[in-house]
């Protein structure tokens, strides 16, 4: 059976970007795929966490990836810093990465423009990434719009190291959609929408109460004309907003440009509203149904399983690198 590896950072609240570009394609693969879902905590710690924080939100996000219906039978769930070989695989192909290629990654620019001073792990963080993914000999990483580059980068890295030390690696694709890879903000839709943010607005979270997810659609950024139509060159905003509309009901985007065709967009901005608080509901109820003590229990399992994949692939790394 094909490999299928993908994570979310525990960086703050998963919101349906994160669902809508990545974790919902999760629920469909895990019955054709031997999948690794994982709670990325060390990335999260690129950027100052608060440590009871993001502890908490470790198991929020593990409590989330059950509540939208990944079944611990079909797949191995799991939180990163509990199996050991990620951080020890990530050095080593840190010393296989070259620092003009990290420099050239783009999330790095964005996210350490204007800041005094940032982490070295945020300059490293693809390389943690890498091994993640190549742990698991992973064939396929489903992932949204904005981890091409680094998928690209964990190919050339695993391409580097079979080149010279002979096959190892199982050279991952990348699985982005074709639409909806790329939710924008509600408050800036120039910028894609995100957890790190530091406008609450510009996301609707998984765990937002319906009248919060209300406020924030009613609030989203348009612009300055009337007509409803897909143009994200002048009307990102309203694109954004058909884009979620058609993405949560299964509606093709054109039978939703059609549907609203004429209409203001008050009524585009209330019907939304009413579709994602339909969906995120089943999806709050899912969650609110979990233990805690469930809920890390299945992390136990599934870091036992996912260990065991590791440290295999890791011994076989070492070994061939001379250690
Ligand atoms: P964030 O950028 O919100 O902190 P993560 O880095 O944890 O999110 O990303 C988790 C997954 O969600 C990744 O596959 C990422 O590509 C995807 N993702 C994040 N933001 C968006 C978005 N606005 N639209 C679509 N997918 C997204
Ligand atoms: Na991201």
């Given at each position: 059976?094909?490999?299928?590896?993908s994570g979310v950072q525990p960086?703050?609240?998963?919101?349906?970007?994160?669902?809508?570009?990545?974790?919902?394609?999760?629920?469909?693969?895990?019955?054709?795929?031997?999948?690794?879902?994982?709670?990325?905590?060390?990335?999260?710690?690129?950027?100052?966490?608060?440590?009871?924080?993001?502890?908490?939100?470790?198991?929020?996000?593990?409590?989330?990836?059950?509540?939208?219906?990944?079944?611990?039978?079909?797949?191995?769930?799991?939180?990163?810093?509990?199996?050991?070989?990620?951080?020890?695989?990530?050095?080593?192909?840190?010393?296989?990465?070259?620092?003009?290629?990290?420099?050239?990654?783009?999330?790095?620019?964005?996210?350490?423009?204007?800041?005094?001073?940032?982490?070295?792990?945020?300059?490293?963080?693809?390389?943690?990434?890498?091994?993640?993914?190549?742990?698991?000999?992973?064939?396929?990483?489903?992932?949204?719009?904005?981890?091409?580059?680094?998928?690209?980068?964990?190919?050339?890295?695993?391409?580097?190291?079979?080149?010279?030390?002979?096959?190892?690696?199982?050279?991952?694709?990348?699985?982005?959609?074709?639409?909806?890879?790329r939710i924008m903000s509600l408050t800036d839709?120039?910028?894609?929408?995100?957890?790190?943010?530091?406008?609450?607005?510009?996301?609707?979270?998984?765990?937002?109460?319906?009248?919060?997810?209300?406020?924030?659609?009613?609030?989203?950024?348009?612009?300055?004309?009337?007509?409803?139509?897909?143009?994200?060159?002048?009307?990102?905003?309203?694109?954004?907003?058909?884009?979620?509309?058609?993405?949560?009901?299964?509606?093709?985007?054109?039978?939703?440009?059609?549907?609203?065709?004429?209409?203001?967009?008050?009524?585009?901005?209330?019907?939304?509203?009413?579709?994602?608080?339909?969906?995120?509901?089943?999806?709050?109820?899912?969650?609110?149904?979990?233990?805690?003590?469930?809920?890390?229990?299945?992390?136990?399992?599934?870091?036992?399983?996912?260990?065991?994949?590791?440290?295999?692939?890791?011994?076989?790394?070492?070994?061939?690198?001379?250690?």
């Amino acid at each position: 059976m094909k490999r299928v590896f993908s994570g979310v950072q525990p960086s703050g609240d998963i919101h349906i970007g994160n669902y809508l570009g990545a974790m919902r394609q999760f629920v469909a693969l895990q019955e054709d795929y031997e999948c690794f879902f994982c709670v990325v905590d060390l990335h999260a710690l690129t950027v100052p966490q608060d440590p009871i924080k993001l502890k908490e939100n470790t198991i929020e996000l593990a409590g989330l990836y059950l509540a939208i219906g990944l079944d611990p039978k079909k797949v191995n769930l799991f939180v990163q810093s509990h199996v050991s070989a990620h951080a020890e695989l990530a050095w080593l192909l840190q010393c296989m990465t070259y620092f003009g290629e990290l420099s050239r990654m783009t999330q790095f620019k964005e996210k350490s423009k204007g800041k005094e001073t940032v982490s070295v792990g945020l300059f490293t963080y693809p390389d943690l990434m890498a091994a993640d993914i190549l742990l698991y000999n992973t064939h396929y990483v489903p992932v949204g719009e904005d981890q091409k580059q680094h998928l690209e980068l964990t190919r050339d890295i695993a391409q580097r190291f079979n080149n010279r030390f002979g096959k190892t690696f199982v050279v991952p694709e990348p699985m982005i959609l074709k639409f909806g890879a790329r939710i924008m903000s509600l408050t800036d839709p120039t910028k894609k929408m995100s957890k790190s943010d530091s406008d609450p607005n510009n996301r609707i979270n998984l765990l937002d109460e319906p009248s919060v997810i209300k406020k924030k659609i009613m609030r989203a950024v348009t612009d300055s004309e009337t007509e409803i139509r897909l143009d994200w060159e002048n009307k990102p905003g309203v694109s954004n907003l058909l884009t979620i509309y058609s993405l949560f009901t299964g509606m093709e985007i054109e039978e939703v440009v059609n549907k609203f065709k004429g209409q203001g967009y008050g009524t585009l901005k209330k019907e939304l509203a009413e579709v994602v608080i339909d969906k995120l509901t089943v999806i709050q109820k899912n969650y609110k149904d979990l233990s805690r003590d469930y809920v890390l229990k299945v992390l136990k399992e599934g870091a036992e399983r996912a260990q065991a994949v590791a440290e295999k692939t890791l011994k076989e790394v070492k070994e061939k690198m001379g250690l």
